[in-house]
């Protein structure tokens, strides 16, 4: 019943930007922390922001400043928008579910994850 949906992802120029979704049902929203992460072909995840239930944010050095963790509670709907894109950004975006409100708290669940490709 639980299920996480990402869209959103293409193909962008650098120093383009692009605005992931990360659509859920099956829980409510709001009473649970929301994270974004990548993962580059070959390299290990990388945990890129986390918004908690109660919408406090939090982000990665390698995207601060550039991406921004966002929710809309009546759309069901987690975003990533990002800006400056550096072909570095190119890899799958995965969205994830936490255990609890928290940033600090683990990962439950996880989008199937939709690609980005920053390029010329």
């Known amino acids: 019943q639980l299920q996480l949906v990402e869209s959103g992802g293409g193909l962008v120029q650098p120093g383009g930007s692009l605005r992931l979704s990360c659509a859920a049902s099956g829980f409510t929203l709001d009473k649970y922390g929301m994270r974004w992460f990548r993962q580059v072909p070959g390299k290990e995840r990388e945990g890129l922001s986390c918004i908690s239930g109660g919408g406090i944010t939090s982000y990665a050095d390698s995207v601060k400043g550039r991406f921004t963790i966002s929710r809309d509670n009546a759309k069901n709907t987690v975003y990533l928008q990002m800006t400056s894109l550096h072909p570095e950004d190119t890899p799958v975006y995965y969205c994830?579910?936490?255990?609890?409100?928290?940033?600090?708290?683990?990962?439950?669940?996880w989008g199937p994850g939709t690609p980005v490709t920053v390029s010329s």
């Open positions: 994830a579910k936490l255990y609890s409100s928290y940033c600090s708290s683990a990962v439950d669940a």
